[in-house]
């Protein structure tokens, strides 16, 4: 199972994610730099005017990530969502684009979460595949900065941002269920747990 999770320590922020798959897609360590032509099916060509830097297959001088961060800390990690994942029909009235062009979009344009959240407001995923070999995955994603982070997941429903006190997402189900999930741990604790089995035996922790 696929997870990414982001923490900091030191001062350092960190962003990362394990790719558990079975097999191997050819990815690889992908560089896009400031000014690359990113071409977008039903949008207009953009200039990224931030590089990033992450996992990704290259096909036809396009750059599908499953990861990346870019050059203000900004970082998008796309993460198994089969199931609850639902893209849509094209919408006169939306800025369509599809689930492979996210992380690029967004990375090659935004520095913060707060500038993503206003963007996805209008963004629309619809359901086009990159070619009739590479078909959509579905996926929901991890995104972050040094400040906040938030999950960003598209159901029957529409598109759903969630703020991601946690910083860790993992596969589907969907998010506010994982978040509910966390119930069943909140008696951990870093301490040494108190010894409820019996007041007439000494119980030590090694």
């Known amino acids: 199972m696929c997870t990414s999770i982001i923490y900091d320590s030191n001062g350092q922020h960190y962003f990362g994610r394990n790719l558990d798959l079975e097999i191997s897609f050819g990815e690889h360590p992908v560089i896009t730099p400031r000014n690359y032509v990113f071409k977008y099916r039903k949008l207009p060509n953009r200039k990224a005017t931030y590089a990033m830097i992450g996992m990704a297959i290259v096909k036809d001088n396009y750059p599908l990530y499953f990861d990346a961060a870019n050059e203000k800390g900004l ?20 800025e369509n684009m599809t689930p492979f062009e996210l992380i690029p979009y967004l990375l090659s344009q935004y520095a913060s ?32 900065d040094r400040e906040k982070s938030i999950v960003v997941e598209v159901t029957k429903s529409g598109v759903h941002i969630y703020d991601n006190p946690i910083g860790v ?38």
């Open 75 to 94: 970082g998008i990690a796309g993460l198994n969502f089969d199931g609850p994942c639902h893209y849509f029909p094209e919408s006169a009235e939306k």
């Open 113 to 144: 979460v707060d500038e993503v959240k206003d963007a996805l407001e209008n963004v629309n995923l619809v359901d086009i595949n990159f070619s009739k070999k590479l078909q959509l995955s579905p996926l929901h994603w991890l995104i972050a």
């Open 169 to 206: 997402l993992t596969n589907n189900p969907e998010f506010n269920y994982q978040m509910y999930n966390l119930n069943k741990y909140r008696n951990l604790s870093i301490s040494t747990p108190q010894n409820t089995f019996s007041d007439s035996v000494d119980l030590k922790v090694d």
